[in-house]
């Protein structure tokens, strides 16, 4: 980017809304009262609760009383950083085949200053498996992909890795790094390691990071020939050694690598052609000074950056964007100032530490947890309890529920189990499968008689589910017990896939099935679409779980 002449000063807003985002993420669960923000921000009350209403109209946080809460959208913003290094699509799938392959662990991580940090994670379902998960970071000195960066260093990295170390000997800047065993390891160790590694084209951790815990990593590189990232297998010393490890999987690690090094080959997105609109402008409009549209402008354009793998000029941001360049480029200096974008030859690209902005905390959200929110803002409108649940087996299984506040109200734990066939859930489920596969749950399940209006002929349930898939919802009147009706409608992920069910349990004697229908199942939709978009965020831009 052409100088000019002098240091121009940072977007104000963009950067107290960054300072907020931050000290969230590094709070227990993402919440803080707004009061507790603005004393580990150092920031007075109202511009907290500015930076607040504008993060809470895109998106990003939701405010809880008088706790303020990070939201699965904020993940866009890692996800950009994801897409820009093509983790998703050239890195992140044979990653995957390899964990499958060799049954062990498998990551991808990559430099970020004298750390390393994890983009992708394949976790293996073991009792002694690994933790980590994506955006942490790990001292370089720990763990098997640190000599691999290392052995590239120049000289004021080295440094820069020098007083780190000194300033903090036990690691307890390193979060997601375990308790350090005995001595820190020194530079000469540490130094002889990335000579070792340069040279053979490996490194091994042999129980750096924590006692029992051994990896290995290879580097992957770009098509020029420059490392981009690592890649690691990671295992317990109860099934290899170090040196056990390294030959069980070094051959296929090195296959992996020149696969992901072919993808990384491809032809790349094209660039923006046409500008999009200035998505800020009907917010700024209708909230007025309480909406600070450079804090929106500023984090429009940090996403837009994974439009194009590689990076993008400033023209094609300020079109992705829909801004003028002169606002783009001051939103893009003042991320270049604080670390969460790099300008090289011609071009802007995110940074690692896009992903402190809320990533790790929010990849790691379960469903409940993820449609808790939405189901509390039902049952607040609709003054019924509701829940959603997945199929398992012949059963559905509760994993979300929010119980409204009557005397006499439906009593459910999640966990609870229920059988499929008498059950609004359970129907949109089986409805939700594809034909043959619910033509064998429907010729393999018991169907037993739960109360005198239970619907238990097979011909007969067919033909409802049938009609449920068609109309995209269920609605049960006391076929799981008497006095219980029940409306649910599908949860769907990002390709139109119904993954879960939400419902509201109703009383029979308070609300007729018109009502139901009328009433109920149109807020019943709204929030099942919107536990539906969030968990498109999580779990396709990150190792989301059911």
Request: proline share 7%; with cysteine.
């Amino acid at each position: 980017m052409p100088s000019t002449g002098r240091a121009e000063a940072p977007v104000g807003p963009l950067e107290r809304g960054l300072a907020v985002l931050r000290v969230l993420a590094r709070a227990p669960g993402g919440r803080l009262r707004a009061s507790e923000v603005a004393r580990a921000t150092g920031l007075a009350r109202s511009p907290v609760d500015r930076v607040a209403t504008t993060l809470a109209r895109l998106g990003h946080l939701r405010t809880e009383g008088r706790e303020l809460v990070l939201a699965p959208r904020l993940m866009t913003l890692g996800a950009a950083y994801l897409r820009s290094r093509r983790v998703p699509d050239a890195l992140g799938p044979p990653a995957a085949e390899l964990a499958e392959e060799l049954d062990e662990s498998v990551s991808l991580a990559v430099p970020d200053g004298d750390a390393v940090r994890f983009v992708a994670q394949h976790t293996r379902r073991r009792a002694l498996s690994v933790s980590f998960r994506v955006g942490d970071v790990l001292p370089a000195e720990r763990c098997a992909p640190g000599p691999l960066f290392a052995a590239g260093w120049p000289p004021q990295q080295w440094a820069a890795w020098r007083e780190r170390s000194a300033a903090d000997p036990r690691d307890e800047g390193f979060p997601a790094a375990p308790r350090l065993y005995g001595a820190h390891p020194g530079e000469d160790r540490f130094s002889a390691l990335a000579a070792t590694a340069a040279a053979q084209g490996w490194a091994v951790d042999d129980q750096l990071i924590e006692p029992g815990l051994v990896a290995v990593a290879v580097p992957v590189r770009d098509p020029g020939g420059r490392v981009l990232c690592a890649l690691s297998v990671v295992s317990h010393t109860s099934r290899h050694s170090a040196e056990g490890l390294r030959t069980f999987a070094l051959d296929a690690m090195r296959r992996t690598a020149g696969r992901m090094t072919a993808a990384l080959g491809s032809a790349p997105a094209a660039l923006p052609g046409t500008a999009a609109p200035d998505g800020t402008a009907d917010a700024k409009r209708e909230l007025g000074p309480e909406y600070l549209q450079s804090l929106a402008r500023g984090l429009a354009v940090l996403g837009c950056l994974g439009d194009v793998p590689g990076g993008m000029p400033l023209a094609a941001v300020a079109r992705s964007a829909g801004l003028a360049r002169a606002t783009a480029r001051r939103s893009l200096l003042t991320l270049q100032q604080l670390g969460y974008v790099a300008f090289d030859e011609g071009v802007f690209t995110p940074l690692p530490r896009v992903l402190d902005l809320g990533y790790r905390l929010l990849s790691g959200l379960s469903l409940g947890e993820i449609a808790a929110p939405h189901l509390a803002a039902l049952v607040q409108q609709v003054h019924e309890s509701a829940s959603v649940a997945v199929l398992d087996g012949t059963d559905i299984r509760y994993v979300g529920r929010v119980a409204s506040h009557r005397i006499m109200s439906v009593s459910i734990a999640p966990g609870t189990r229920f059988p499929a066939h008498a059950t609004s859930m359970g129907r949109v489920l089986l409805a939700g499968l594809a034909p043959a596969e619910r033509a064998r749950w429907l010729s393999g399940a018991d169907l037993p008689q739960l109360t005198r209006f239970t619907l238990t002929d097979r011909g007969r349930l067919a033909a409802v589910l049938d009609r449920t898939a068609e109309d995209g919802y269920a609605l049960v009147d006391q076929e799981l017990e008497e006095g219980l009706r029940s409306v649910a409608v599908p949860v769907r992920d990002r390709e139109g896939r119904v993954v879960a069910a939400a419902n509201v349990s109703l009383h029979a004697g308070r609300t007729s099935a018109e009502e139901a229908r009328a009433v109920v199942l149109p807020a019943l939709r709204r929030a099942a679409a919107r536990i539906g978009a969030d968990l498109a965020v999580v779990a396709g831009d990150g190792p989301g779980r059911l």
